[in-house]
């Protein structure tokens, strides 16, 4: 992946969120190709030593600040030749607990940003749509064109975050990309808190010996997307020469689907051969939760056709390297 985005080198590339799970993957693989990386971030889901490896490096910056202060949001788009906007609240049930929070950041922070972005003159400006914007649509596979109503405070956030970035392309003339996530998952998700993913928080239960809990009776797919495939996504967003691939929406994943259930036998799997204990641990099952969309499976043919993406992990692929990565990391 590196050699294919060679172009970036000595490019100034904003990533907001930079210190949170995709942020600081999409540093690190950044710096290696040699752009300049400024990461902004106030560390309210992000971690300090998810960067920490990157702070004396020639060609890393980080401001430490708030999306939500317009100030910080123009002193970190200065001279940025590219925006990869990553910094939200994830997590529905956060969302429906907290929805004014979940608002000011996901809608009022993303607003700053768009207007700090267009005040620079920021080439291009890339940010993290969601899946859960197709909400009760029940069309498989999902379709950017094709939504439903949303079905949580969250995803009307990232909805509304759609209208802002095609708005501000037709009236100000910010060339922007949108990327509806799929359940990405891989190394530095944190496993740890109330709103950790799915996939993290199963595997550092297997490695504890507890029992995992499947809200539901596991029949419920995802779209499970490898963060190598996200990175894919957000680099040739910000390098494609396709002028028709510019002001659109595009679904990032891997376009298959796997049950809640087949994923935590999966992983239970792969840690066993870690340690052998794991195998004989319980899955249990609890209520259905609120908000959840029931099945997710991602057309990903607009990406391909426009921007070239192929995906490098199918999803047994990814979730390997991320166990191994917890293992290694956590274990």
């Known amino acids: 992946m590196i050699k294919q985005f060679t172009k970036l080198k000595n490019k100034n590339i904003l990533i907001t969120g930079g210190a949170g799970f ?7 693989t950044l710096l290696k190709v040699g752009a300049q990386v400024t990461a902004l971030d106030n560390f309210a889901t992000g971690h300090q030593h998810n960067i920490e490896a990157f702070l004396n490096k020639e060609n890393f910056s980080f401001i430490e600040g708030d999306i939500r202060d317009l ?9 940025q030749d590219f925006v990869l906007h990553q910094a939200a609240l994830g997590s529905v049930p956060r969302s429906i607990e907290d929805p004014i929070r979940s608002n000011a950041v996901n809608i009022g922070g993303f607003l700053n940003m768009l207007v700090a972005a267009r005040d620079a003159g920021v080439k291009r400006f890339v940010y ?7 909400g009760d649509s029940e069309a498989l596979p999902k379709v950017e064109e094709n939504i439903g109503k949303p079905l949580s405070p969250y995803a009307i ?4 975050n759609e209208l802002y970035a095609d708005n501000f392309f037709k009236t100000y003339g910010l060339n922007t990309i949108g990327l509806r996530y799929f359940n990405v998952f891989g190394r530095h998700q944190d496993p740890n808190g109330a709103y950790a993913a799915v996939i993290p928080k199963f595997v550092m239960q297997f490695m504890k010996h507890e029992s995992p809990v ?3 009776d596991g029949t419920y797919s995802r779209d499970f997307t490898y963060i190598d495939n996200v990175i894919q996504m957000n680099l040739l967003a910000i390098t494609t020469d396709n002028e028709e691939a510019l002001n659109e929406v595009y679904n990032t994943a891997v376009g298959d689907r796997t049950t809640i259930k087949d994923m935590a036998e999966q992983l239970r799997g792969y840690l066993s051969a870690y340690d052998a204990e794991v ?3 319980e899955i249990k099952h609890g209520p259905n939760r609120q908000g959840d969309v029931p099945h997710s499976l991602a057309s990903i ?13 199918v999803f047994a692929e990814g979730l390997k390297e991320a166990v191994d990565w917890y293992w290694e990391n956590l274990g």
């Open 22 to 28: 995709i942020g600081s993957n999409l540093c690190e």
């Open 128 to 134: 993290a749509a969601s899946s859960s914007t197709y």
């Open 214 to 216: 499947i809200n539901g």
């Open 71 to 79: 100030e910080t949001c123009h002193k970190a788009c200065q001279n």
């Open 301 to 313: 043919e607009k990406a391909q056709n426009k921007l070239n993406y192929k995906p490098s992990h």
């Open 157 to 160: 956030t990232k909805y509304v």
């Open 279 to 281: 195998k004989n641990i």
